[in-house]
């Protein structure tokens, strides 16, 4: 499991490092973030969530059944646009997003 920035897409918001628990996002001097190393990230996937450029994309591994899945996610007002590319194809859920950041 792990994440990978499109810098091409990255904005340089720096939400994706500010809620990175592990601290392992950076803002590099071109206002693009990038991960120190991918093999260190914990899954939490946070940072997909946060960002709303779909600049983050979180690779579900074949260890929990993910076979070469990638998931990012669309933030439109309450919205959680969840989208999980496979190679049979592409899937979408749709969620409430709210926000106050509460877990259920």
Known sequence: MSIRIDRQRCVGCGKCA???????????ENKKAF?????????????????????I???LGADIGGRRTIMYVKNENDLLYWFFEKPSGEKEVIIQNPNDNTTY
């Open 57 to 59: 994309k979180y690779f």
């Open 18 to 28: 500010e809620i990175c628990p592990g601290n392992l996002i950076i803002i590099d």
């Open 35 to 55: 991960i120190r190393d991918p093999r260190d990230c914990w899954g939490c996937a946070a940072c997909v969530k946060e960002c709303r450029f779909q600049a």
